[in-house]
């Protein structure tokens, strides 16, 4: 009798992360039918991609939608064993188009778990959920290290994360016999420079700011893993659950770092292209993981470091050669200063006098104004240098002291999740500034939904791994417009890493969407 061939929808196929997935896929040993969701046909496929449609033109089929429309969700599921959902608006995208945004990365992750639940096929089909770093919005040296169980808390007017926060709960609350959610790092990827050459989005890397890569490539790897070991009964223990995904130490490093390494390959670094308060000092997302390993530990993806991306990208990027050719006065002025009116720099909204956005991105006007506007007044972190004074930086990354910086979580987490209570959960809300409104719940049953209330009364259903283990809180409050100036000073939970980076006298600061050049693309405060 001949054996089914496993059949695996990808969405987002066509994008840096997907389109590895897809090659990854068609590279196994095992014969997969790939059916992958593209947006638009007539789009100009990359020539990667297009490579990949011919190298599989056999197992592919191409199957044409909108993650919006549950229809043509339901469509590219059907007959599915596994759904690889690595479709989103990503930045810089999605800063110009928060409407699509919203329909993408939320409603189109409703319209996946909805069709999975409706199909019949529930109890056959695995959802593998690519969420990001994002959710845990901004970090510095005070708390750069982070786990599972962290607070999610996006970054104001980050539409993405915004978005992406929904999508992640509603899986985890979902009830899905089989899914699994993967908080993706930042990526290094083959578009990744490129990308940056047309918006202000390269100026929101924060210097400081701790970040923790990972490669296109090892991602691709990371999900044929999955399936491969799946499918070979090696992941028992593994589904129901949230992991980070992270590169791990060769791939851990600052912002200023990422600019030093990727333009140090044109021969200089960032002190010659770039001013110190062109970019955000606050208000993006980047962490180290303390827990990236547990992924790596079940499905063994890693064998890229930052170090490789960037060898990689010498010898296929022509444009790294100008470098060493045209001085770097001149690439500052036609690749980087053309930039600084682009409506998503910072500069702009310096320009526009835009308060909100200076509010949330600088701590106002005035904390602009006093960044140093010489690289030699400026601290840079990865030299040992705070705003409050010298740090040793190598013991700051050295993940075998990362304790030092570990979150409280308001209950003990330690436990094993067979050993979670009802009390754990109560512990957990009343750190939160909340509660727990049921009377009851079986020991060790956290994917059960019981009903919690947050601090101003608004009560909600969600599981006990959802707030526990996720680090998801109150819905209604963790929504737009932004307020975690006000909710930090009711939750302990935000308050202990959100005073890392804003005064205690931001108390009344709520961020709406922000009217800006893009305002008719703007989608209603409610929706999100």
Not at 234 to 255: P, S
Not at 289 to 298: F, I, K, N, R
């Amino acid at each position: 009798m001949e054996t089914k061939r496993v059949t695996i929808a990808v969405t987002g196929a066509d994008g840096a992360m997907g389109g590895e997935v897809v090659a990854h896929l068609l590279n196994s040993n095992q014969d997969f039918n790939l059916r992958l969701f593209i947006y638009n046909y007539d789009n100009h496929f990359r020539k990667f991609f297009r490579d990949l449609l011919r190298k599989g033109k056999d197992r592919i089929t191409l199957v044409k939608g909108d993650l919006g429309n549950y229809d043509d969700v339901a469509q590219l599921i059907d007959g599915a064993d596994y759904v690889i959902h690595c479709g989103a608006v990503i930045p810089p995208k999605s800063d110009h188009n928060p409407d699509n945004t919203y329909n993408t990365n939320f409603i189109g992750t409703k319209n996946i778990v909805d069709a999975i639940a409706a199909s019949g096929r529930q109890d056959q089909i695995k959802m593998v959920h690519i969420s990001t770093v994002a959710v845990y919005g901004n970090r510095d040296y005070h708390h750069p290290w982070c786990r599972m169980g962290d607070p999610v808390m996006s970054s104001a007017y980050d539409y993405y994360s915004a978005a992406k926060i929904k999508g992640e709960r509603y899986v985890t609350d979902s009830g899905l016999p089989h899914w699994v959610v993967l908080r993706q790092t930042a990526v290094y990827h083959k578009y990744f420079l490129i990308n940056n050459l047309f918006d202000g989005l390269m100026f929101h890397t924060c210097w400081n700011a701790p970040f923790e890569w990972i490669t296109d490539r090892d991602s691709g790897l990371m999900i044929q893993n999955l399936v491969e070991r799946d499918l070979e009964n090696k992941l028992d223990g593994f589904w129901h659950n949230d992991y980070n995904i992270g590169g791990g130490a060769e791939c851990r490093e600052t912002g200023y770092q990422v600019f030093k390494e990727g333009f140090g390959l044109m021969g200089a670094g960032p002190e010659k292209f770039f001013k110190p308060y062109w970019n955000i000092p606050r208000n993006f997302h980047g962490v180290w993981y303390t827990d990236s390993h547990v992924l790596d530990d079940w499905l063994g993806y890693r064998t890229e470091s930052s170090a490789d991306y960037w060898n990689r990208m010498k010898k296929v990027l022509w444009y790294y050669q100008l470098g060493r050719l045209v001085p770097s006065s001149w690439i500052r002025k036609l690749a980087i200063e053309r930039l600084l009116t682009n409506s998503n720099a910072p500069m702009n909204w310096v320009r526009l006098d835009k308060k909100g956005r200076l509010d949330a991105f600088f701590g106002g006007k005035e904390a602009f104004e006093a960044i140093p506007r010489k690289w030699e007044d400026f601290p840079v972190l990865m030299k040992g240098q705070t705003p409050e004074g010298p740090i040793d930086y190598a013991d700051l990354i050295d993940e075998s002291k990362a304790d030092r910086y570990k979150l409280d979580h308001g209950y003990d987490d330690t436990k094993p999740d067979s050993e979670i209570t009802l009390e754990d959960c109560q512990k957990a809300a009343e750190f939160r500034g909340g509660s727990v409104v049921s009377t009851s719940m079986k020991k060790g049953d956290i994917h059960t939904k019981i009903t919690w209330k947050c601090h101003e009364g608004h009560t909600f259903e969600s599981t006990p791994f959802t707030v526990l283990k996720a680090g998801f809180w109150c819905p209604e409050c963790d929504a737009t417009p932004w307020a975690y100036d006000k909710l930090a000073t009711h939750n302990k939970f935000y308050a202990q890493v959100w005073y890392d980076t804003h005064s205690k006298d931001e108390v009344n600061n709520v961020y709406p969407y922000d009217e800006h050049e893009d305002d008719d693309l703007i989608v209603p405060v409610e929706k999100l």
